[in-house]
């Protein structure tokens, strides 16, 4: 017996409407699939450029940034670009290379245009970049509480400093050495006398200190045949035409904050070398060895900011000194004896006053260049003097020169480091900061591989465009990337 079977309109309907349902479905999953595979692509190209991070830099400085030079010395975005194409490319076609199914382009997807819209440099904004991963690698390692005690225990130091300038600065200790040497030289004139001894076993001391002062500096502080650096900065980051980022500048947060400073300058301490850390062996390549001194002082030379640090210390030392001697009533006795013994030896007893003052500039002079001297052979010198940590008699300044070829007694306080730790935070953080990046491109020139290693055209963030097609329909795909996101 035969069955007969037919298909009812309705059901024919319903069957057309069914298919066109699952076609919808199919081609809208087809989209969505396909728009993710490509942001997937994107973001994966992006991941891949910032994983070839300097391996370098971040071992040495600890700091993430991406070489965008790839060695060659200038900028190459295309290559950034086209390991993003390919990234994008091996996400929608995952078997390209090979045949059947899988290499098909099931997505229906390719690209039709796309760019680099814009990207951060380490050096962009006075190093804005480079800072802040310097400031994050110091968070990390000293923690917000390491930070606060050092921002407290820097800002007692710099008032007892600023305080000691203050009061030494209204003594005009220095002005009276210029009084002084004025009223001997017109009081030896008319006496046609250059008497400059007071007793046969005494010296004047202010015509000892009056020479010594016109002596170079660094050989009053560093012992004979001492060994110091000639090593030069050369086309330093600080001072050339560096390249630019592109669009905005990224950075997350306000980098010159009092903590960040703080901790960036912190980071200097830790990262570079001073005089005290040696550098014989560094002289040999002429390079920067005194790389703290370079930071404070930006000079060309190591010579040259050697001495423009002893100076500065020199100064601190003085004024602080100066302070001790004014407030200390045992020695102001011994001056007020000495100033009349001078002036009544160049026949002037109505200079007493000024003849004091420059006596006290004079000891304080002598005892500031045994401290810096102290300092740079690795001892400590405090910050204020007692009874116990002064070292040079009223009687003994006029020996000196013999005094400087001693050794000194050990005593606590501060080291040269931590003086330079005082100078670092009365100093420009912007400038410390470009400054601190030549001596991170001059250290890392100097390994294998890098000769044409640039801080400028180190990445930090990343912002890419890619326009897609995908079943005939245009897709803008936007991302960004950064170390610091």
């Known amino acids: 017996m035969k069955k007969k079977g037919s298909v009812t309109v309705f059901f024919s309907l319903f069957m057309a409407v069914l298919l066109i349902l699952i076609q919808v479905i199919f081609h809208s999953v087809q989209i969505a699939g396909g728009r993710v595979q490509a942001e997937t692509g994107v973001e994966e190209g992006l991941y891949s450029i910032f994983a070839g991070y300097h391996r370098e830099l971040l071992k040495k400085y600890h700091v993430f940034l991406l070489d965008g030079g790839y060695g060659t010395g200038q900028l190459q975005p295309g290559y950034m670009y086209q390991i993003l194409e390919e990234s994008l490319a091996k996400s929608c076609f995952p078997g390209k290379l ?23 440099l380490a050096t962009d904004q006075n190093g804005q970049a480079f800072k802040m991963q310097a400031v994050d690698y110091m968070k990390e390692t000293v923690g917000i509480q390491g930070i606060q005690l050092l921002a407290e225990k820097m800002k007692v130091e710099n008032t007892v400093i600023k305080n ?61 045949e001492t060994f110091v650096s000639q090593g030069q900065m050369k086309n330093p980051v600080s001072k050339r035409r560096c390249e630019q980022g ?11 904050t009092l903590w960040n400073n703080l901790a960036f300058q912190e980071y ?78 160049l026949g002037v007893p109505f200079l007493e ?5 420059a006596l006290q500039a004079a000891w ?27 070292n040079l008699s009223l009687q003994n300044l006029g020996q000196l020169p013999q005094i400087l070829q001693e050794t000194g007694k050990k005593q606590e306080g501060l080291n040269y480091e931590e003086y330079l730790r005082i100078l670092i935070f009365a100093g420009n953080i912007q400038e410390q900061v470009m400054r601190t990046m030549d001596i991170v491109e001059q250290e890392i020139k100097n390994t294998e591989g890098n000769k044409n290693f640039r801080m400028d055209l180190c990445l930090s963030y990343m912002k890419t465009e890619m326009k897609i097609n995908c079943c005939g329909h245009d897709y803008l795909i936007q991302r960004e990337y950064g170390y610091e996101m």
């Open 98 to 120: 090979l045949t059947g199914i899988r290499g098909e382009n099931l997505w229906k997807i390719y690209s039709k245009s796309g760019a680099i819209q814009g990207y951060t």
């Open 164 to 224: 000691q300038q203050k009061e030494g600065e209204s003594m005009q200790a220095e002005s009276a050495l210029e009084v002084y040497e004025k009223e001997k030289e017109q009081a030896q004139q008319e006496e046609n006398t250059e008497e400059t001894l007071l007793k046969e076993d005494l010296v004047n001391p202010l015509e000892v200190i009056g020479q010594l002062r016109k002596r170079g500096i660094l050989a009053l502080v560093l012992p004979e």
């Open 268 to 345: 200097m301490m830790r990262h570079l070398t001073s005089y005290t850390d040696g550098g014989e062996e560094r002289n040999l390549s002429k390079e920067i060895s005194y790389q703290l001194e370079y930071a404070v002082m930006g000079k060309s030379t190591d010579m040259e900011n050697l001495k423009a640090v002893v100076t500065r210390l020199l100064g601190i030392r003085e004024m602080s000194n100066l302070v001790f001697l004014l407030q200390n009533a045992s020695r102001q006795i011994q001056i007020h004896e000495m100033a009349l013994l001078i002036c009544s030896y």
């Open 246 to 256: 592109m669009g905005t500048i990224y950075c997350r947060e306000n980098p010159d």
């Open 353 to 357: 006053g000024v003849v004091s003052l």
């Open 364 to 390: 304080a002079f002598g005892e500031s260049v045994l401290d810096v001297r102290h300092l740079l052979q690795g001892n400590e010198v405090p910050l204020i003097k007692t009874e116990q940590s002064w």
